[in-house]
């Protein structure tokens, strides 16, 4: 019986890959109107899209990255500190 726990490792191993790969096809988060881009203000885990360090929206591995945006209400962008457009500081 002792074989069973890889085999029900590696099938809950499939079934999280297939969730994930899932969430990532969902692709980036609608802009909703009257809001802006705003790159440098997305707190990690709560970009809305993907960016030149990762693939998905939700995937921001730390706060306020240059790359990743979040949509803010037009003109508060500049008043949060943030950015128009993405400044990768990487390079």
Excluded: W
């Excluded at 693939?55 to 508060?76: E, I, L, N, R, W």
């Excluded at 962008?77 to 500081?89: E, I, L």
């Amino acid at each position: 019986m002792k074989t069973a726990n890889p085999i029900h490792a590696a099938i809950a191993g499939l079934i999280a890959l297939g969730a994930t790969a899932a969430l990532a096809a969902d692709g980036p988060v609608k802009q909703p109107d009257d809001t802006e881009k705003c790159f440098g203000v997305a707190k990690a885990g709560q970009n809305d899209c993907r960016s030149s360090r990762h693939s998905c929206a939700g995937t921001a591995k730390q706060d306020k990255d240059s790359v990743d945006f979040k949509y803010v209400p037009k003109g508060t962008c500049d008043k949060m500190g943030g950015k128009h457009y993405p400044v990768d500081s990487s390079k």
